[in-house]
């Protein structure tokens, strides 16, 4: 056999499918996480975006209305201004003054009205608490026990007064009787607002059914003088 020989093999050092992969560009997948990252960092810059334009409409905005304030401000005298807004207090101090004003005039307008003739009230005093409740106590005289009791019906049916309670009566050397009463007067019918114009019917005009069965004086509507203690 000659040693020159050169013999040829078509068998491959290497696996074909090994270096076809070798030779072939490797791909790689993108993450999921990397994605949604992404996403949310896209959206980010959107929101940051829309409210530094937001932020800069509102300034412009707040620039302008400032602009026209101090325009119509200016379009004014400020000393005017200044002197509508001292009267606009001055306004509202005085309406809450008459609001918790009280009056007394519409009890004595009351007491006149509502006065029988044969009754006269010779002392009035008034007394008001701190919660405003407000009482008045008074003495008088009338020719008997029947007069007594048909004022106490004029003064119980008034809306205004309140537990009128007549007291300590005696007879005294004119051969009268003398006693005293007291009534609550609702605050309503001080209040210089809401007091009535008028106070009570007339003692002519009201409805007392008398305590005795015989005889009923008649009503007149003349009061009394009045004196007005203060405490």
Not at 177 to 189: A, I, N, Q, T
Not at 198 to 215: C, D, K, L, R, Y
């Amino acid at each position: 056999m000659d040693n020159n020989q050169f013999t040829t093999t078509f068998i491959p050092k290497k696996p074909m499918v090994a270096a076809a992969t070798e030779d072939a560009p490797v791909s790689r997948p993108v993450g999921l996480l990397s994605s949604i990252s992404l996403i949310l960092f896209i959206i980010t810059i959107i929101i940051a975006g829309g409210v530094y334009a937001w932020q800069g409409y509102e300034t412009s905005n707040e620039a302008l209305l400032a602009s026209s304030v101090t325009k119509v401000e200016s379009a004014f005298e400020p000393q005017l201004i200044t002197q509508l807004q001292t009267l606009d207090k001055q306004l509202k101090n005085a309406n809450l003054i008459v609001e918790n004003h009280t009056v007394v005039s519409p009890i004595f307008d009351l007491l006149e009205s509502s006065t029988l003739k044969q009754v006269q009230f010779n002392k009035f005093d008034l007394e008001t608490d701190a919660t405003g409740a407000t009482e008045v106590k008074m003495s008088g005289v009338s020719d008997g026990y029947r007069s007594i009791a048909q004022q106490s019906d004029v003064l119980g049916s008034s809306t205004f007064l309140k537990d009128a309670i007549f007291s300590n009566f005696f007879l005294n050397p004119q051969g009268k009787v003398s006693f005293d009463v007291s009534f609550g007067v609702s605050p309503s019918f001080l209040n210089f607002s809401t007091a009535p114009l008028s106070g009570a019917p007339s003692a002519q005009s009201a409805t007392v059914a008398p305590t005795v069965s015989t005889g009923v004086i008649p009503a007149g509507t003349t009061t009394a003088p009045i004196t007005v203690t203060t405490n």
